[in-house]
């Protein structure tokens, strides 16, 4: 895959969503997996890289992968741990 994605908690209106120095797509850190999957494609449409129904691809035709993000506890489930 040629194009990245990363997640930024910098402000949304400061983010550079496409950067073609590092082939890097930024989106906002809060977004869940379904909006921030739209996001990227909504870049790589910019970019006029066609879109398969489902998922996203790079213009090399790879997938494109999101950044994992871990669960993170509540502060109930953290008491319930300790």
């Known amino acids: 895959m040629c194009i990245t994605v990363r ?3 910098d402000p949304v209106v ?8 590092t082939l890097t797509i930024t989106i906002p850190a809060g977004l869940s997996s379904a909006v921030s999957l739209i996001a990227v494609r ?3 449409a910019e970019l006029a890289i066609t879109q398969p129904p489902g998922g996203a691809v790079c213009c090399c035709g790879a997938p494109v992968t999101l950044p994992y993000i871990p669960a993170q506890r509540t502060v109930e ?3 319930i741990a300790s």
């Open 77 to 79: 489930g953290a008491r």
């Open 14 to 21: 400061t983010l550079i969503p496409w950067d073609p120095a």
């Open 7 to 9: 997640r930024s908690t």
């Open 42 to 44: 909504a870049v790589l």
